[in-house]
């Protein structure tokens, strides 16, 4: 079966552009999570995905965050306007269930770097 | 809250020596614990997990043990190989069990192995 895919694979940009993420998981995976890792410091979550719906956006860093589903298959994350702390990189993973018995399967990450 | 800490890399090692990487945690009643490793070029990977206290956590020759007196999750591995170079990520999944795939990493250690 493929993979959870990201594209694009790395992305530079300049502070004040927009930036449009792309995800697109297992298929038949229904939970999708979008987390990220900046400066080599700790991947952190941002939000969650069931379907189509957001079901805990609680890490999202503020509103120039914007993830979408629609359909419930892949999914995006547009930053607008980009800053440079957004830099880093931006890992998709997707599972079957949401239990921790259900195991999270990783995309290669998206390496933003904003100038 | 929730945290994780493991210890700063690089490691650094010649190939057959013995692998020890510190991962320690702070959380509220019973999480999971999972050792993600992160390969050049690829997305994480489910390394082991361990989901109550004294559990052993193993595969392909790493093991972890969870302690929960220590608050403690180290990852060892007897003879490592070249192969083994990557950055491996300690992270927990706060309880209840049902809410298992918001996870929580640490910073992530890179491992180096020389032949």
């Known amino acids: 079966e493929a993979g959870v895919t990201q594209f694009p694979s790395h992305s530079v940009i300049e502070k004040g552009q927009t930036v449009t993420l792309r995800c697109d998981p297992i298929?038949?995976?229904?939970?999708l999570y979008w987390y990220r890792r900046v400066m080599g410091k700790e991947i952190k979550f941002l939000l969650h995905f069931v379907k189509e719906s957001k079901q805990d956006e609680s890490g999202m860093p503020n509103n120039r965050f914007l993830a979408e589903r629609t359909g419930g298959t892949y999914s995006t994350l547009k930053v607008q306007p980009a800053e440079l702390e957004d830099s880093g990189v931006y890992f998709c993973?997707?599972?079957?269930?949401?239990?921790?018995?259900?195991?999270?399967?990783f995309g290669n990450g998206t390496r933003l770097t904003v100038t | 809250g929730n945290s994780v800490t493991q210890m700063e890399g690089p490691v650094t090692l010649s190939e057959e020596a013995f692998l020890t990487i510190n991962c320690t945690y702070t959380?509220?009643?019973?999480?999971?614990l999972f050792w993600y490793v992160q390969y050049p070029g690829e997305g994480l990977q489910l390394l082991l997990k361990a989901t109550k206290a004294d559990d052993k956590g193993s595969n392909k020759g790493f093991e972890a043990t969870y302690r929960k007196e220590t608050t403690s999750f180290h990852l060892e591995k007897g003879s490592v190989q070249v192969s083994d170079s990557a950055v491996y990520f300690c992270?927990?999944?706060?309880?209840?069990?049902?809410?298992?795939?918001?996870?929580?990493f640490g910073a992530g250690t890179i491992l180096r192995v020389k032949s």
């Open positions: 993973a997707s599972s079957l269930s949401d239990s921790s018995n259900s195991p999270l399967h």
């Open positions: 959380a509220t009643g019973y999480p999971s």
């Open positions: 298929s038949g995976h229904d939970n």
């Open positions: 992270a927990l999944s706060p309880a209840p069990m049902e809410y298992g795939n918001k996870l929580v």
